[in-house]
């Protein structure tokens, strides 16, 4: 899973990759910088904690933290070409600053209808682009079909809107894919504050989330630089400094979990004593396709799937052994939806 970070210069879009990276990332003011980063996940450490296995292998997400993207006509090809960093990326986290002359929510909203008004002309010129050209074409009923799509874009992207609002059916959305529209991409809006009391935070979040919702976004409120003073400190700080500054928990795990959320990712494990490890799917796959994850071999070969989840694991006093005995180890078909958070071991054949 791949993670853009964008937004004006100066927002702390670099602040917040730092602090997502623990630092151990060379960065850069004038390029886009790349890491992947390990999922923190307690269920996984409980899993090692039981089979003490050789590795263990947490999921991992790479972010992209882009250099500022410039406002106005006059930048429009740097913009451009800013974006097209994050071309291939599955969601976008846009920062914003919260921090400087503590803005209003009214002024944030504005705030984020001006960036979004930007990327909304960088995916219209490419729909006025192509419609242009399809003037000229003779169109089969599947472009006649794509000229529809694009002209109700071209509506959309007119009116400042991300084509995200569009609500678009799976089957256009596939249809429009081959353009990598940036507004067509899962957002996050992250407000950058300077944390003075969480219970403020919330509320600002409250009070934007109405917002974010009407254009189908998501939205958090953090402290970037509060979190990469937090990332720096060995984990035995961690604790004292957050309860020093009152403070319930870093705001990063929650903030991979509503990216989670977000793309609507689930993750399944595989344990055992050579290595525990986590595996992220979308919400809906099915067994065979999750098998295929770890193997093609696995997909093609697929027998059956013995899964449980962590509660059952759990009940079972942490043994398979038990499990089974009691019946709480289920054996399911290719076609069964994997859940969020089981344990799976997959049976398969491989004849040639
Ligand atoms: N007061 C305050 N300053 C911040 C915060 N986040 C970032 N900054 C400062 O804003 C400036 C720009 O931050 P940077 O992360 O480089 O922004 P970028 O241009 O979006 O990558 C730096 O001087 C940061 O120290 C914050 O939450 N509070
Ligand atoms: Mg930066």
């Not at 904690?49 to 972010?63: D, L, M, Q």
């Not at 106005?72 to 920062?95: C, F, I, T, W």
């Not at 256009?172 to 407000?191: C, E, G, H, Q």
């Not at 953090?222 to 937090?230: G, P, Q, S, T, Y």
């Amino acid at each position: 899973m791949k993670i853009g970070i964008i937004g004006s210069p100066q927002t702390g879009k670099t602040t917040l990759f730092e602090s997502l990276t623990k630092g151990t990332t060379q960065v850069s003011q004038s390029r886009t910088n790349v890491a992947a980063v390990s999922v923190a996940d307690a269920d996984l450490d409980f899993l090692a904690s039981v089979f003490k296995p050789k590795k263990t292998t947490p999921a991992s997400v790479e972010f992209a933290d882009v250099p500022g993207i410039p406002s106005g006509q006059e930048h429009a090809s740097r913009r451009n070409e800013l974006l097209k960093d994050v071309k291939n990326v599955d969601a976008l986290v846009e920062v914003f600053d919260a921090f400087s002359l503590k803005p209003s929510p009214g002024e944030l909203i504005s705030r984020i209808e001006s960036f979004e008004l930007d990327l909304a002309l960088v995916d219209l010129e490419i729909v006025e682009h192509r419609l242009e050209r399809m003037k000229r074409e003779k169109l089969t009923p599947p472009l006649e079909h794509e000229r529809e799509l694009l002209t109700s874009a071209q509506a959309c992207l007119s009116a400042g809107k991300a084509l995200r609002s569009l609500g678009l059916a799976d089957e256009d959305r596939k249809a429009l894919n081959s353009y990598a529209f940036i507004t067509l991409k899962p957002v996050m809006y992250v407000m950058n504050i300077t944390m003075t009391d969480e219970a403020a935070a919330k509320r600002l979040e409250t009070d934007l989330s109405t917002t974010a919702d009407q254009v189908d976004a998501t939205v958090m409120v953090l402290d970037a630089k509060l979190e990469r003073e937090i990332s720096e400190l060995p984990p035995n700080e961690q604790t004292e400094f957050l309860q020093e500054f009152g403070l319930s928990g870093s705001a990063i795990d929650t903030f991979i979990s509503r990216a989670y959320k977000l793309l609507r990712l689930r993750t399944f494990y595989t344990a055992g004593e050579d290595e525990c490890k986590a595996w992220v799917i979308e919400a809906g796959t099915q067994a065979r396709e999750a098998a295929g994850k770890i193997h093609t071999d696995i997909a093609r070969g697929f027998i059956a799937a013995e899964v449980i989840s962590l509660d059952d694991f759990r009940k079972a006093d942490n043994s398979f052994k038990i499990a089974k005995e009691k019946g709480l180890l289920r054996i399911e078909g290719e076609n069964y939806v994997v859940k969020n958070k089981e344990i799976a071991h997959f049976r398969f054949n491989v004849s040639h």
